[in-house]
């Protein structure tokens, strides 16, 4: 008898569960039900599959009986109880048992498609001696000689040689700086000029992206020819696979692939597995992509953490070949050989972060959340001018940083000298609900400046947090309330142009935001931020989550938290189970699991 007070498991769990055993016409069989069910709830935290060897660690699934149900039996017994059904990847089965891990089907093959598409685009690149030279020459304009390996070279050199790339780096390491020097260099031994498209998985990421591109693009002496080709805007992965309203599928597909000769995807640690298997099926053999990230964020908010996933740590080292090439580009080590027959030689990670030098409080702190070290961390608040542990009450704080930041928002002289105000400050939380979450903060800073409790007020900033492709505004997009010339007021929005206006009547759902989720603010940066954590442990605080929100402050860090919660959130890490990491691995293509209704 199921114990439904504490039951952590949805009716929707329990569905699928009795659906599933229907189909393999066992209704009677309690572990193959309570199999399917744990799979369903572990999709629902972030998992891909259900890890029969690790999920026995963690609850619920190693507290069965406490809701009525039959513990959980050991691996390889499970295993074999399993065996009795065909679940094979083959088979027609909903669910699918591979190398210890239980998968919905569609789960299964968005890992596939994903696992395979960068089987097979793992195509070396071939230079002519023309095209060598050209990009020699790009490459010595744009990366100085160095006495120590220059990561920024060798990612450029290897997006040269590789048809799919993977850049990995933290903050300040040269991400887009990189990447436009490359798609410059791509473009230069191009023997035409080559459609580029630069594409993230928000808008907010998109944006941020297209303007780092522009700014990097300034700081370059390009030809006519070389700067035309590199985009000045780039699009959210959604409306470049083309959106087919109330379908989950896209325009675009293997069918129909997207028109790219280069894409360019950027913050791809944000993209979860089902975008991105859509993402790959969509991309033609002959698009030479690079994708751009973070490896240590936050993973993606639905289930997977692909980036993670294919980022493998230490890095194998490369192969002989591209040992060579490397070196006749400038990039000369025995530390870049692999020792074994494994290595990567689509991975480049950045090393040297050039925002947070060796004096750098964030940088130093960024590490020891990294290393998992919460008292190093803790002491460098006592020593680092850029970083500050508040003691004050959060209330005492908010009415400090309103006065400081927000209050006199309305009074600045222009529309852009009041977008740059906001850009100084955020508040970010873990949670949104709570006295530290960010309904409450915002509710608590807006009666300090909206008195009248108007629904719209000069100076007020505006999040939005549902996509309309109409108005061209994205889940995450941030404007402000400003009066136009004829003084009404105006939500406005940053756009290559300048600024555009909504009139606030036509906006899709929205939010005020003085504060906002930790999550929300990837692929943002402010001067100054300050965290405030929940006043009690909580499992959504993490060291990613933390190293997230840390890392979107440029110049100052501010932290509202408990030394208690601060230890258990740097021990507390993501893991998400998944097969992607082993399986890229093996050597063959898995073909056959590919069967089935695309999804």
């Given at each position: 008898?199921m114990?439904?007070?504490?039951m952590?498991?949805?009716?929707i769990?329990?569905?699928?569960?009795?659906r599933?055993?229907?189909?393999?016409?066992?209704?009677?069989s309690?572990?193959?039900?309570?199999?399917?069910?744990?799979?369903?709830?572990?999709?629902?935290?972030?998992?891909?599959?259900?890890?029969l060897?690790?999920?026995?660690?963690?609850?619920?699934?190693?507290?069965?009986?406490?809701?009525?149900?039959?513990?959980?039996?050991?691996?390889?017994?499970?295993?074999a109880?399993?065996?009795?059904?065909?679940?094979?990847?083959?088979?027609?089965?909903p669910?699918?048992?591979?190398?210890?891990?239980?998968?919905?089907?569609?789960?299964?093959?968005?890992?596939?498609?994903?696992?395979?598409?960068f089987?097979?685009?793992?195509?070396?690149?071939?230079?002519?001696?023309?095209?060598?030279?050209?990009?020699?020459?790009?490459?010595?304009?744009?990366?100085?000689?160095s006495?120590?390996?220059?990561?920024?070279?060798a990612?450029?050199?290897?997006?040269?040689?590789?048809?799919v790339?993977?850049?990995?780096?933290?903050?300040?390491?040269?991400?887009?700086?990189?990447?436009?020097?490359?798609?410059?260099?791509?473009?230069?031994?191009?023997?035409?000029?080559?459609?580029?498209?630069?594409?993230?998985?928000?808008?907010?990421?998109?944006?941020r992206?297209?303007?780092?591109?522009?700014?990097?693009?300034?700081?370059?002496?390009l030809?006519?020819f070389?700067g035309?080709?590199?985009?000045?805007?780039?699009?959210?992965?959604?409306?470049?696979l083309?959106?087919i309203?109330?379908?989950?599928?896209?325009?675009?597909?293997?069918n129909?692939?997207?028109?790219?000769?280069?894409?360019?995807?950027?913050?791809?640690?944000?993209?979860?597995?089902?975008?991105?298997?859509?993402l790959?099926?969509?991309?033609?053999?002959?698009?030479q992509?690079?994708f751009?990230?973070d490896?240590?964020?936050?993973?993606?908010?639905?289930?997977?953490?692909?980036?993670?996933?294919?980022?493998?740590?230490?890095?194998?080292?490369?192969?002989?070949?591209?040992?060579?090439?490397?070196?006749?580009?400038g990039?000369?080590?025995?530390e870049?050989?692999?020792q074994?027959s494994?290595?990567?030689?689509?991975l480049?990670?950045?090393?040297?972060?050039?925002?947070?030098?060796?004096?750098?409080?964030?940088?130093?702190?960024?590490?020891?959340?990294l290393?998992?070290?919460?008292?190093?961390?803790?002491?460098?608040?006592?020593?680092?001018?850029?970083?500050?542990?508040?003691s004050?009450?959060?209330?005492?704080?908010?009415?400090?940083?309103?006065?400081?930041?927000?209050?006199?928002l309305?009074?600045?002289?222009?529309?852009?000298?009041?977008?740059?105000?906001?850009?100084?400050?955020r508040?970010?939380?873990?949670?949104?609900?709570?006295?530290?979450?960010?309904?409450?903060i915002?509710?608590?800073?807006?009666?300090?400046?909206n008195i009248?409790?108007?629904?719209?007020y000069?100076?007020q900033?505006?999040?939005?947090?549902?996509?309309?492709?109409?108005?061209?505004?994205?889940?995450?997009?941030?404007?402000?309330?400003?009066?136009?010339e004829?003084?009404?007021?105006?939500?406005?929005?940053?756009?290559?142009?300048?600024y555009?206006?909504?009139?606030?009547?036509?906006?899709?759902?929205?939010?005020?935001?003085?504060?906002?989720?930790?999550?929300?603010?990837q692929?943002?940066?402010?001067?100054?931020?300050?965290?405030?954590?929940?006043?009690?442990?909580?499992?959504?605080v993490?060291?990613?989550?933390?190293?997230?929100?840390l890392?979107?402050?440029?110049?100052?860090?501010?932290?509202?938290?408990?030394?208690?919660?601060?230890?258990?959130?740097?021990t507390?890490?993501?893991?998400?189970?998944?097969?992607?990491?082993?399986?890229l691995?093996?050597?063959?293509?898995?073909?056959?699991?590919?069967?089935?209704?695309?999804?």
């Amino acid at each position: 008898m199921m114990n439904n007070q504490s039951m952590p498991f949805q009716p929707i769990d329990i569905a699928l569960a009795k659906r599933v055993c229907q189909w393999h016409n066992a209704t009677n069989s309690q572990l193959l039900m309570q199999s399917v069910l744990a799979t369903s709830f572990a999709l629902q935290q972030g998992h891909t599959c259900l890890s029969l060897k690790d999920c026995l660690q963690e609850s619920p699934f190693n507290e069965m009986e406490s809701f009525g149900f039959q513990p959980f039996p050991a691996t390889d017994d499970w295993m074999a109880a399993l065996s009795e059904f065909n679940l094979d990847p083959n088979s027609q089965s909903p669910i699918i048992l591979h190398n210890q891990r239980l998968y919905l089907r569609r789960y299964f093959q968005f890992e596939t498609e994903v696992l395979n598409f960068f089987k097979r685009h793992n195509q070396r690149i071939t230079l002519d001696s023309k095209q060598a030279a050209t990009a020699r020459q790009y490459l010595n304009d744009f990366f100085a000689p160095s006495a120590e390996i220059d990561w920024q070279r060798a990612a450029a050199i290897n997006a040269l040689f590789s048809q799919v790339s993977l850049i990995t780096g933290g903050p300040g390491t040269g991400k887009t700086y990189t990447v436009t020097r490359i798609l410059a260099t791509l473009v230069a031994i191009s023997p035409s000029m080559p459609l580029i498209q630069l594409a993230a998985p928000t808008g907010k990421a998109a944006q941020r992206l297209a303007e780092s591109i522009r700014e990097a693009k300034q700081s370059m002496s390009l030809d006519l020819f070389v700067g035309e080709a590199i985009p000045d805007e780039a699009t959210t992965i959604h409306r470049l696979l083309g959106v087919i309203p109330n379908s989950i599928h896209f325009k675009h597909d293997e069918n129909n692939p997207i028109n790219a000769d280069i894409l360019l995807i950027d913050e791809a640690s944000m993209i979860d597995l089902p975008l991105m298997a859509r993402l790959v099926r969509a991309i033609k053999p002959s698009t030479q992509v690079i994708f751009l990230g973070d490896a240590d964020q936050l993973p993606s908010v639905a289930a997977g953490s692909v980036l993670t996933d294919l980022i493998e740590r230490p890095h194998p080292g490369y192969s002989p070949e591209r040992v060579k090439a490397l070196a006749q580009f400038g990039i000369e080590t025995s530390e870049i050989s692999a020792q074994a027959s494994t290595f990567r030689d689509d991975l480049t990670e950045l090393k040297r972060s050039r925002r947070f030098d060796g004096g750098s409080g964030i940088g130093k702190l960024a590490k020891a959340i990294l290393n998992g070290q919460p008292q190093p961390g803790i002491t460098l608040f006592e020593t680092q001018t850029d970083l500050e542990w508040l003691s004050t009450p959060l209330d005492k704080a908010l009415k400090q940083w309103t006065a400081e930041y927000y209050r006199d928002l309305p009074s600045q002289r222009s529309l852009s000298d009041a977008f740059l105000q906001l850009k100084q400050f955020r508040i970010l939380c873990a949670h949104r609900e709570g006295e530290q979450g960010v309904e409450a903060i915002n509710e608590t800073i807006s009666k300090q400046l909206n008195i009248n409790r108007q629904p719209f007020y000069k100076g007020q900033p505006i999040m939005v947090t549902q996509n309309h492709y109409g108005l061209k505004l994205f889940n995450g997009d941030i404007g402000l309330v400003w009066p136009n010339e004829s003084g009404q007021l105006m939500v406005w929005f940053e756009s290559l142009e300048g600024y555009r206006a909504v009139a606030p009547g036509r906006l899709p759902s929205h939010e005020t935001v003085f504060a906002m989720t930790i999550h929300k603010t990837q692929g943002s940066e402010f001067s100054h931020v300050a965290m405030v954590l929940p006043d009690a442990a909580s499992a959504i605080v993490t060291r990613e989550l933390i190293y997230t929100g840390l890392t979107r402050a440029k110049n100052a860090f501010t932290l509202v938290a408990s030394s208690a919660v601060w230890k258990q959130g740097i021990t507390n890490q993501v893991h998400r189970w998944a097969g992607l990491s082993s399986r890229l691995n093996q050597n063959d293509l898995e073909e056959g699991s590919e069967k089935g209704s695309k999804l």
